[in-house]
C-alpha cells in the first residue's frame, strides 16, 4: 500500500484509473456475465461426489414390497377425503395406530393478512397428524422426518399411502436408530410451518396452533413427497428452500444414488439429465436447469414444504412424482425402495450432514458448480460500482483541480463550504427515499380495508395496486424534492448523492450474494450498468429508459417471462402481466406467513437505493 | 450313667441346630425375582432384580471373607464409606404414556447418585475416585465424570435407606447422556451374582436377546437397611436390577403371546442353590379386568395381589424354590384420599460456571390437577474453545435428562405389610405413608446443537481471507482518512551540516 500512499504516485495512479475507468468497467460487467455463463461447462461444473463417510462405503439392500398396500392406503384415503371433504383425521390416526405408531395430532389456525387468491384461503384452520416410530433403545434424542402435504387443490393421495406402507414396514424393522416421524399436514405449507413452528416451540409468524404432545429430539433430515398417480415416469427433484436456502449437498447426492441404484428416472426443474459432456449439448442443457434453478433461489420462496425446514437448520429436500405421456413407468414400490434407502442411509448418520457443500448451483443432478467458482461472476459484476472510487477522486480533484494543474505543491485544503454543502444536501432525499420504501412495506397490507372501501376492489388486488401505485409514486418523487434540495449549481450535489448510492448498493449487493447467489447476481447484473452510467447530463431520456427497465419491480417482470420462456411454456404479455400481479400478492403474502425475505429486502432496501439513481438523473 | 449320657446327648441334639442358629444367624441371603409386566401398548417387560442382604457391618468391621456379597462392592463400600450407591446403565427411553408407569426408572444413558458417610473429609476426592473405580468395574466411561457434569442435588435424591443425617453435602449426582451400554457393561454385572448366569433367573441373561429390545437398564443400588424390626443393627442390601422392553411389532408380530422361550430363548431349569427365594410374577391384573383371554400356562398356583404404584394389580406367582409360602390375597378398602403437596414453593438454582460446573435448578411445585405444566430454560449457543470439541462435534452436545420425583397419592390405599415380606420389585422406594407412592421420572436427553466451526479446508481459506481483508482495510482506512503532501527535504543530516561547517570555513562553496 506504499504505492497509495505515496503522492506522486498515487496522482499517477489516479490520472490512470480515472482515463481507463470506463473501459475497465465495461471488461468486468462482460466478464461477470461470461463467468456466469461459463459455469455450466466442464471446468467450471464438477461431478458431485459423497463426503459423508457415514452413508458412503455402506450399501443398504432395499426390500420394501409394499405396493398394494400403499395402493390400497391411497384409495381409503382419498375415499375418506372425498366423504369428509378435508383430511380424514380420524381415519389416519386409526390407521397410523394399527401400523403399530405413536400418533398425536395437532391443530392449528392461521388468520392471513389479506385473502390468498391463488389458493384460495384466507381464515385457515386445518389439522396436522403425526405418527412416530420410536427407534428401540434410543432416548429419542434424534429424529428423521418423511411429510407429505395435503393442500386443498393437491390431494396427494398416493403419498399418504406410500407413507403409510412405509411406515409399516419401517416399524417392523429392528435397525433403527432414530425415531422417524410420518408427517401428513393439512394446507400443505401452512401446516407444516405450524407443525415446525410448534415442534421447535417458537412463534415466528403468529400461527396459533396447539402445542405437540409427542417429540422426537432433534431433526437431522427430512424428505417431502408429492405423488398424485399410481405410477410416475420421474421423480423430480427440488432443493430451494426458503430465502434460497439449500440443503447439503450430501442429501442430494444420496437420493441421486438411489436414483440411479433403482433405475429411477430422476429430474432437476423439471429437465431431464444431460448425458453426455464432452460435447456442447450438454453444458447448453446445463445451462438452462442453471438459469431455472438460479430463477427459482432467487425467488426466496420455498418451493417445497421441505424449504420451512431449512430454516431449522433441518437438511430437507422435495420429491415430486410427475405422471407424462413417456412409455417407461415406475410403480410405487420403486419409490418407495428409494425412499427406504435414503432414510436406511440417513439413519446411519453418526453427526449431522455437514460434510459437503451448502451453496451450490446445479447444473445437473450430477454435477454441481461450489461457491469458490461461481462467486466471481458476481464478484466482476460488483467490481463495476468500484465506478465509486471514480467518483470520489473526481470529488476530491474538483478540490485539489485548481491547484494541482498549476502545479502547485503544499497542502491543498478543501473548500469546507462545498463539502458541507455536499453533505447536507444528502440528507433529504436519502431520507424521502427511505420513508418511500417504509410506506411501500407497511402501507398495502395496513390500508387495504381503506382501500376496499373507497375503490371497488377485493383485498388482495387493493395490496397489489396499492402496492404498485406507491412504487410508482416514488417516481414522482425527484420532481418534488427538487427545490428543495440545495441550489448549489456545482456537480458535487449529484456527485456525492450518486457516490452514496454507489456504495449503498454496493453493500447491499454483496450481503445478498454472501447468502442468496441468485438474487444477488440477478440484481447487480440488471442494476449495475444503469446504476453506474446514471447522471443529470448526456441522453437523459436514454438513460431513464434504462433505469426504468432495470428498477426491482421490472426485473421481476423480466424473470417470469424468462422463467416460463424456459420451461418452454412462453407467456403471452397479458398473461404475464396477470403472473406479475399475483407473484407481487405471493410476495407478500409469504413475507407474512413464512417469513419470506424478499418483500422487505426490495421494499426496504434496494427500491430506496434505486430512487437515489432515479434522483440523480433528474438532478437538475 | 448310660441314660444320662443318652439324655445329655438328646438334649444336646435338640439344643444343637437352635443353639447353632442364635450365635451364627445366616449372615447373607440372596432374593431373585422377575416380573414379567404386559403392557398397555402390547409391549412386554420384564423386570429383574437380586437382591443379596449381608449382616454386617461393613465400615466397622474389617470384613475379609465374602461368601455371597461381591467382594468387588464391598471393599469398595468400606474404602470410600460410602452410605448409598445408585447406578443406572440405561439404553433407550421409558415410554410411560404407552407404557405406564415403570418400577425403576432411569435416565438414558449413565446415572450415578452417591451418599457419602459424614465421616469422609474429602467429598469430591472420593467421588473422583469411587466413579474410576467403579468404571474399572462395570467397563463403563463413568471415569468422565468431573466437577463439570457433577451436581449436588438439595431436594430430590434423598436417601432410600437408613440415614443419619441427610446433609446434602455428602451427596454427589453425575449423568453421562451419551454412555452407550451393551454386553460389555453386561457382563460384569452379571458377574456380581451370586449364581452368575449359571442358575436360577439369572440364565434367562443372554445377551444377544436382552439387546434385541426396545428398552434396557441395567442397575446396582446398595444401601443400609435395617437388620430386624426395631432396627438395633443394620445391615446391607444390595440390589442388582435389569428392565427390559420386548416390542410386540418387531418380535411378536404384534401379538400378544409370550412365552419366555420366545423372549429370552431360555427356558426356567432349577432355581440357583444359594438364593433364599426365587420367584416370577407374572401380571395378569388385565385379564380380570378386561375379560381379556390373556392365559397363562401353566396355570399359576397362587397370585399376589397389592397396590403398585397407585393401582390395584394382580400376579400370578411361581415359586421356584416349591410352593412353601403362599402369599394369600388381600381384600383392600376402597377409598379416596388425596393428600395435599405442601404449598409453598422451593426454588434452588445453582448457577453454572464455566467449564468447572453444570447449572442445577431444582423446584418443587404443585401441580394442578389436568394441567400441563411447561418448565422453559432460555439459554444461548455459544462458540467453544476449540480443543473442547469432541472428535464428532456436528452431532450436537447433551444436555442430562432432568428428574422429576413425587410422591403421588394413591387412588388405592395399600395396607402397611411387611417390608421384608413383600416382593422385590415393590420395596425399592421406602414408602413413608399408605396413601401415597414415590415415582422418579426422567426426561429424554436434549441434544443442543451449538456453533461449529468448520473444522476443514473452507475455515482456514475464511481465517486466511479475513487476515487479507483485515490488512488491506487498515491501508485503505488510512488513504481515506489522512492526506498526503510532499514536503521540501529539509537541510540534511549532521554529517551534511558539519561538512558545510568545515567547508565554510575553508571557503569553499557548501554541498
Known amino acids: 500500500m506504499g504505492l497509495l500512499s505515496d503522492p506522486v504516485r498515487r496522482r499517477a495512479l489516479a490520472r490512470l484509473v480515472l482515463r481507463l475507468n470506463a473501459p475497465l468497467c465495461v471488461l468486468s460487467y462482460v466478464a461477470g456475465i461470461a463467468w456466469f455463463l461459463a459455469l455450466a461447462f466442464p471446468p467450471l461444473t464438477q461431478r458431485t461426489y459423497m463426503s459423508e463417510n457415514a452413508m458412503g462405503s455402506t450399501m443398504v439392500e432395499e426390500q420394501f414390497a409394499g405396493g398394494d398396500r400403499a395402493r390400497g392406503f391411497a384409495r381409503d384415503f382419498a375415499a375418506h377425503r372425498r366423504k369428509s371433504g378435508a383430511l380424514p383425521v380420524a381415519?389416519?390416526?386409526?390407521?397410523?395406530?394399527?401400523?403399530?405408531?405413536?400418533?398425536?395430532?395437532?391443530?392449528?389456525?392461521?388468520?392471513?393478512?389479506?385473502?390468498?387468491?391463488?389458493?384460495?384461503?384466507y381464515m385457515v384452520s386445518g389439522t396436522n397428524v403425526y405418527g412416530i416410530l420410536r427407534a428401540p433403545r434410543a432416548a429419542s434424542t434424534e429424529s428423521l422426518v418423511l411429510t407429505v402435504p395435503c393442500g386443498p387443490d393437491s390431494t396427494n393421495s398416493q403419498a399418504v399411502g406410500l407413507l403409510l406402507a412405509l411406515a409399516a414396514h419401517f416399524r417392523g424393522q429392528i435397525y433403527w436408530a432414530k425415531d422417524i416421524i410420518f408427517l401428513v399436514t393439512e394446507h400443505d405449507l401452512l401446516g407444516t410451518e405450524a407443525w415446525l413452528e410448534a415442534y421447535h416451540d417458537v412463534n415466528v409468524t403468529g400461527m396459533q396452533s396447539s402445542p405437540l404432545q409427542g417429540r422426537a429430539g432433534a431433526i437431522q433430515a427430512a424428505v417431502a413427497l408429492e405423488l398424485s398417480s399410481d405410477v410416475v415416469t420421474s421423480l423430480d427433484v427440488a432443493v430451494e428452500g426458503l430465502n434460497g436456502q439449500l440443503p447439503n449437498l450430501d442429501l442430494l447426492n444420496l437420493f441421486q444414488t438411489f436414483c440411479q441404484k433403482g433405475g429411477l428416472l430422476c429430474t432437476l426443474q423439471g429437465k431431464l439429465q444431460a448425458q453426455d459432456w464432452t460435447s456442447i449439448?450438454?453444458?447448453?442443457?446445463?445451462?438452462?436447469?442453471?438459469?431455472?434453478?438460479?430463477?427459482?433461489?432467487?425467488?426466496?420462496?420455498?418451493?417445497?414444504?421441505?424449504?420451512?425446514f431449512l430454516r431449522y437448520r433441518v437438511e430437507a429436500l422435495t420429491l415430486r412424482g410427475i405422471n407424462s405421456f413417456r412409455q417407461y413407468k415406475y410403480d410405487l414400490v420403486a419409490v418407495g425402495?428409494?425412499?427406504?434407502?435414503?432414510?436406511?442411509?440417513?439413519?446411519?448418520?453418526l453427526e449431522r450432514l455437514h460434510q459437503s457443500f451448502f451453496f451450490y448451483l446445479l447444473p445437473a443432478l450430477s454435477r454441481f458448480v461450489s461457491i469458490g467458482l461461481y462467486m466471481p461472476a458476481a464478484g466482476f459484476l460488483l467490481l463495476v460500482l468500484g465506478h465509486a472510487l471514480e467518483l470520489w477522486m473526481q470529488l476530491h480533484e474538483a478540490g485539489v483541480g485548481p491547484e494541482?494543474?498549476?502545479?502547485?505543491?503544499?497542502?491543498?485544503?478543501?473548500?469546507?463550504?462545498?463539502?458541507?454543502?455536499?453533505?447536507?444536501?444528502?440528507?433529504?432525499?436519502?431520507?424521502?427515499?427511505?420513508?418511500?420504501?417504509?410506506?411501500?412495506?407497511?402501507?398495502?397490507?395496513?390500508?387495504?380495508?381503506?382501500?376496499?372501501?373507497?375503490?371497488?376492489?377485493?383485498?388482495?388486488?387493493?395490496?397489489?395496486?396499492?402496492?404498485?401505485?406507491?412504487?410508482?409514486?416514488?417516481?414522482?418523487?425527484?420532481?418534488?424534492?427538487?427545490?428543495?434540495?440545495?441550489?448549489?449549481?456545482?456537480?458535487?450535489?449529484?456527485?456525492?448523492?450518486?457516490?452514496?448510492?454507489?456504495?449503498?448498493?454496493?453493500?447491499?449487493?454483496?450481503?445478498?450474494?454472501?447468502?442468496?447467489?441468485?438474487?444477488?447476481?440477478?440484481?447487480?447484473?440488471?442494476?449495475?450498468?444503469?446504476?453506474?452510467?446514471?447522471k443529470p447530463s448526456g441522453p437523459r431520456p436514454l438513460?431513464?429508459?434504462?433505469?426504468?427497465?432495470?428498477?426491482?419491480?421490472?426485473?421481476?417482470?423480466?424473470?417470469?417471462?424468462?422463467?416460463?420462456?424456459?420451461?418452454?411454456?412462453?407467456?403471452?404479455?397479458?398473461?404475464?402481466?396477470?403472473?406479475?400481479?399475483?407473484?407481487?400478492?405471493?410476495?407478500?403474502?409469504?413475507?407474512?406467513?413464512?417469513?419470506?425475505?424478499?418483500?422487505?429486502?426490495?421494499?426496504?432496501?434496494?427500491?430506496?437505493?434505486?430512487?437515489?439513481?432515479?434522483?440523480?438523473?433528474?438532478?437538475? | 450313667?448310660?441314660?444320662?449320657?443318652?439324655?445329655?446327648?438328646?438334649?444336646?441334639?435338640?439344643?444343637?441346630?437352635?443353639?447353632?442358629?442364635?450365635?451364627?444367624?445366616?449372615?447373607?441371603?440372596?432374593?431373585?425375582?422377575?416380573?414379567?409386566?404386559?403392557?398397555?401398548?402390547?409391549?412386554?417387560?420384564?423386570?429383574?432384580?437380586?437382591?443379596?442382604?449381608?449382616?454386617?457391618?461393613?465400615?466397622?468391621?474389617?470384613?475379609?471373607?465374602?461368601?455371597?456379597?461381591?467382594?468387588?462392592?464391598?471393599?469398595?463400600?468400606?474404602?470410600?464409606?460410602?452410605?448409598?450407591?445408585?447406578?443406572?446403565?440405561?439404553?433407550?427411553?421409558?415410554?410411560?404414556?404407552?407404557?405406564?408407569?415403570?418400577?425403576?426408572?432411569?435416565?438414558?444413558?449413565?446415572?450415578?447418585?452417591?451418599?457419602?458417610?459424614?465421616?469422609?473429609?474429602?467429598?469430591?476426592?472420593?467421588?473422583?475416585?469411587?466413579?474410576?473405580?467403579?468404571?474399572?468395574?462395570?467397563?463403563?466411561?463413568?471415569?468422565?465424570?468431573?466437577?463439570?457434569?457433577?451436581?449436588?442435588?438439595?431436594?430430590?435424591?434423598?436417601?432410600?435407606?437408613?440415614?443419619?443425617?441427610t446433609d446434602h453435602y455428602f451427596l454427589r449426582y453425575a449423568v453421562l447422556p451419551r454412555e452407550v451400554v451393551c454386553t460389555e457393561n453386561l457382563t460384569p454385572w452379571k458377574k456380581l451374582l451370586p449364581c452368575s448366569s449359571k442358575a436360577g433367573l439369572s440364565v434367562l441373561l443372554k445377551a444377544d436377546r436382552l439387546f434385541h429390545t426396545s428398552y434396557h437398564s441395567q442397575a446396582v443400588h446398595i444401601r443400609p437397611v435395617c437388620r430386624n424390626a426395631r432396627?438395633?443393627?443394620?445391615?446391607?442390601?444390595?440390589?442388582?436390577?435389569?428392565?427390559?422392553?420386548?416390542?410386540?411389532?418387531?418380535?411378536?408380530?404384534?401379538?400378544?403371546?409370550?412365552?419366555?422361550?420366545?423372549?429370552?430363548?431360555?427356558?426356567?431349569?432349577?432355581?440357583?442353590?444359594?438364593?433364599?427365594?426365587?420367584?416370577?410374577?407374572?401380571?395378569?391384573?388385565?385379564?380380570?379386568?378386561?375379560?381379556?383371554?390373556?392365559?397363562?400356562?401353566?396355570?399359576?398356583?397362587?397370585?399376589?395381589?397389592?397396590v403398585i404404584l397407585g393401582t390395584q394389580k394382580t400376579y400370578a406367582v411361581y415359586d421356584l424354590l416349591d410352593t412353601a409360602v403362599i402369599n394369600n390375597s388381600r381384600n383392600l378398602n376402597l377409598q379416596l384420599k388425596w393428600k395435599r403437596p405442601p404449598e409453598n414453593g422451593y426454588i434452588h438454582y445453582q448457577p453454572a460456571q464455566d467449564r468447572l460446573q453444570p447449572h442445577l435448578l431444582e423446584m418443587l411445585i404443585q401441580l394442578p390437577a389436568n394441567s400441563v405444566t411447561k418448565v422453559s430454560i432460555q439459554f444461548e449457543r455459544a462458540l467453544l474453545k476449540w480443543t473442547e470439541y469432541t472428535p464428532d462435534p456436528n452431532h450436537g452436545f447433551y444436555v442430562s435428562p432432568s428428574v422429576l420425583s413425587a410422591l403421588v397419592p394413591s387412588i388405592v390405599a395399600s395396607k402397611p405389610v411387611d417390608w421384608e415380606e413383600s416382593p422385590l420389585f415393590n420395596s425399592l422406594f421406602p414408602g413413608s405413608d399408605s396413601?401415597?407412592?414415590?415415582?422418579?421420572?426422567?426426561?429424554?436427553?436434549?441434544?443442543?446443537?451449538?456453533?461449529?466451526?468448520?473444522?476443514?479446508?473452507?475455515?482456514?481459506?475464511?481465517?486466511?481471507?479475513?487476515?487479507?481483508?483485515?490488512?488491506?482495510?487498515?491501508?485503505?482506512?488510512?488513504?481515506?482518512?489522512?492526506?498526503?503532501?510532499?514536503?521540501?527535504?529539509s537541510k540534511g543530516g549532521l554529517a551534511k551540516r558539519l561538512a558545510n561547517l568545515i567547508r565554510r570555513a575553508r571557503g569553499v562553496p557548501p554541498l
Open chain 2, 1 to 165: 450313667m448310660a441314660v444320662a449320657v443318652r439324655l445329655a446327648l438328646i438334649v444336646l441334639l435338640l439344643l444343637g441346630p437352635g443353639g447353632w442358629g442364635h450365635t451364627e444367624p445366616s449372615r447373607d441371603s440372596l432374593r431373585e425375582e422377575l416380573v414379567i409386566t404386559p403392557l398397555p401398548s402390547g409391549d412386554v417387560a420384564a423386570t429383574f432384580q437380586f437382591r443379596t442382604r449381608w449382616d454386617s457391618e461393613l465400615q466397622r468391621e474389617e470384613v475379609s471373607h465374602y461368601r455371597l456379597f461381591p467382594k468387588a462392592l464391598g471393599q469398595l463400600i468400606s474404602k470410600y464409606s460410602l452410605q448409598e450407591l445408585h447406578l443406572s446403565f440405561t439404553q433407550g427411553f421409558w415410554r410411560t404414556r404407552y407404557w405406564g408407569p415403570p418400577f425403576l426408572q432411569a435416565p438414558s444413558g449413565a446415572e450415578l447418585w452417591v451418599w457419602f458417610q459424614d465421616t469422609v473429609t474429602d467429598v469430591d476426592k472420593s467421588w473422583k475416585e469411587l466413579s474410576n473405580v467403579l468404571s474399572g468395574i462395570f467397563c463403563a466411561s463413568l471415569n468422565f465424570i468431573d466437577s463439570t457434569n457433577t451436581v449436588i442435588p438439595t431436594a430430590s435424591f434423598k436417601p432410600l435407606g437408613l440415614a443419619n443425617g
Open chain 1, 281 to 308: 449439448d450438454g453444458p447448453l442443457q446445463g445451462l438452462q436447469t442453471l438459469l431455472l434453478m438460479v430463477l427459482q433461489q432467487a425467488s426466496g420462496r420455498p418451493h417445497g414444504p421441505h424449504g420451512l
Open chain 1, 404 to 534: 494541482e494543474a498549476g502545479g502547485a505543491s503544499g497542502p491543498s485544503p478543501l473548500p469546507p463550504q462545498a463539502q458541507g454543502i455536499g453533505l447536507a444536501s444528502l440528507v433529504a432525499p436519502l431520507l424521502i427515499s427511505q420513508a418511500m420504501g417504509l410506506a411501500l412495506y407497511v402501507l398495502p397490507v395496513l390500508g387495504q380495508h381503506v382501500a376496499t372501501q373507497h375503490f371497488p376492489v377485493a383485498e388482495a388486488e387493493a395490496v397489489v395496486l396499492t402496492l404498485l401505485a406507491i412504487y410508482a409514486a416514488g417516481l414522482a418523487l425527484p420532481h418534488n424534492t427538487h427545490w428543495v434540495v440545495s441550489t448549489q449549481a456545482s456537480d458535487r450535489g449529484w456527485m456525492a448523492l450518486k457516490l452514496v448510492a454507489l456504495i449503498y448498493l454496493a453493500l447491499q449487493l454483496a450481503c445478498i450474494t454472501l447468502t442468496n447467489f441468485s438474487l444477488g447476481f440477478l440484481l447487480a447484473a440488471t442494476m449495475v450498468p444503469a446504476a453506474a452510467l446514471t
Open chain 1, 91 to 121: 381415519w389416519l390416526e386409526r390407521t397410523m395406530r394399527s401400523v403399530g405408531l405413536e400418533v398425536y395430532t395437532q391443530s392449528f389456525s392461521r388468520k392471513l393478512p389479506f385473502p390468498d387468491e391463488t389458493h384460495e384461503r
Open chain 1, 543 to 620: 438513460y431513464g429508459t434504462l433505469l426504468v427497465l432495470t428498477s426491482p419491480a421490472a426485473t421481476l417482470l423480466g424473470s417470469l417471462f424468462l422463467w416460463r420462456e424456459l420451461q418452454e411454456a412462453p407467456l403471452s404479455l397479458a398473461e404475464g402481466w396477470q403472473l406479475f400481479l399475483a407473484a407481487l400478492a405471493q410476495g407478500v403474502l409469504e413475507h407474512h406467513t413464512y417469513g419470506a425475505l424478499l418483500f422487505p429486502l426490495l421494499a426496504l432496501g434496494l427500491y430506496p437505493c434505486w430512487l437515489l439513481f432515479w434522483n440523480v438523473l433528474f438532478w437538475k
Open chain 2, 435 to 489: 396413601s401415597s407412592y414415590f415415582v422418579r421420572l426422567y426426561t429424554e436427553p436434549l441434544l443442543v446443537n451449538l456453533p461449529t466451526p468448520d473444522f476443514s479446508m473452507p475455515y482456514n481459506v475464511i481465517c486466511l481471507t479475513c487476515t487479507v481483508v483485515a490488512v488491506c482495510y487498515g491501508s485503505f482506512y488510512n488513504l481515506l482518512t489522512r492526506t498526503f503532501h510532499i514536503e521540501e527535504p
Open chain 1, 337 to 349: 425402495k428409494a425412499l427406504e434407502g435414503v432414510f436406511r442411509k440417513l439413519n446411519h448418520l
Open chain 2, 231 to 306: 432396627c438395633t443393627s443394620i445391615s446391607w442390601e444390595l440390589r442388582q436390577t435389569l428392565s427390559v422392553v420386548f416390542d410386540a411389532f418387531v418380535t411378536g408380530q404384534g401379538k400378544k403371546d409370550w412365552s419366555l422361550f420366545r423372549m429370552f430363548s431360555r427356558t426356567l431349569t432349577e432355581p440357583c442353590p444359594l438364593a433364599a427365594e426365587s420367584r416370577v410374577y407374572v401380571d395378569i391384573t388385565s385379564s380380570k379386568q378386561d375379560n381379556e383371554t390373556l392365559e397363562v400356562n401353566p396355570p399359576p398356583l397362587t397370585t399376589y395381589q397389592d
